[in-house]
């Protein structure tokens, strides 16, 4: 029998999990040219209904799970800041009246600081790392779609990042080499940095694409864990 993701306890689980462990498999697409990348980007994006001269992907993540697309899309739906797939100690999910349209994420959970509110008292507000307004979500596959696809497609603002983010599964392509049921893809279009003068900076380019590749990495894999452990255990009647 399958097993869950261990649940992480505080901050330095959080870095143990997402930051230091070295995920099972490597999820970070890469291509060998960049017209490979333009054009993976493009039909992706044709599919979100963004814009392909708008947005570019700088990074995107799939991996393979042994689960429905419709279960896995369910399981997506559940998002919140006890998903045990993402660092909610580091970086903690906070649904704004528990509508998953519209999420906070916040620096070290619940960790606040002092303000000075509009009366001249003294109040606290969340350190936030960014914000998440859905631009749309399809919940049920289009009419003629053959590979069931699901999508959360999200507008990004307010510090790390900014832009789009997506979480987007679909039924596997056999023509494409994938063998398990569905395929998850986490992708961001976004630069890392806050500040676009920054993205000629190599140093911060790097360091900052590489803690996001390794903490996503490990998102997806820790995701697909908990969704084939909680299908097969629904498939044994556990």
């Given at each position: 029998l399958k097993k869950p993701p261990t649940k992480s306890?505080?901050?330095?689980?959080?870095?143990?999990y997402f930051f230091?462990?070295?995920?099972?498999?490597?999820?970070?697409?890469?291509?060998?040219?960049?017209?490979?990348?333009?054009?993976?980007?493009?039909?992706?994006?044709?599919?979100t209904?963004?814009?392909?001269?708008?947005?570019?992907m700088l990074n995107i993540h799939r991996i393979g799970i042994e689960a429905p697309p419709s279960y896995i899309f369910e399981e997506l739906l559940k998002w919140n800041g006890d998903s045990r797939w993402w660092p909610n100690h580091i970086a903690k999910?906070?649904?704004?009246?528990?509508?998953?349209?519209?999420?906070?994420?916040s620096l070290f959970g619940r960790f606040k600081v002092p303000v000075l509110l509009s009366n001249g008292?003294?109040?606290f507000r969340l350190l936030r790392l960014f914000n998440l307004s859905a631009r749309s979500f399809q919940r049920i596959p289009v009419p003629f779609d053959g590979d069931n696809a699901r999508y959360l497609l999200y507008d990004c603002s307010g510090g790390y990042p900014i832009g789009v983010f997506a979480m987007y599964v679909r039924s596997s392509i056999p023509e494409r080499g994938e063998t398990e049921m569905a395929q998850l893809f986490m992708m961001v279009g976004f630069n890392f940095y806050g500040k676009e003068s920054w993205s000629n900076w190599n140093l911060v380019n790097k360091?900052?694409?590489?803690?996001?590749?390794?903490?996503?990495?490990?998102?997806v894999n820790r995701f697909r864990q908990l969704c084939?452990?909680?299908?097969?255990?629904?498939?044994?009647?556990l």
């Open positions: 306890k505080n901050i330095f689980s959080d870095i143990k230091l462990n070295k995920p099972e498999i490597n999820t970070r697409i890469s291509f060998d040219t960049e017209e490979d990348k333009k054009m993976y980007t493009k039909l992706i994006l044709q599919r209904g963004l814009g392909v001269d708008k947005y570019k999910v906070n649904l704004q009246d528990n509508r998953l349209e519209d999420i906070q994420i008292k003294p109040g360091t900052w694409e590489g803690i996001h590749n390794r903490v996503t990495n490990n998102v084939e452990w909680q299908f097969e255990t629904f498939q044994k009647g």
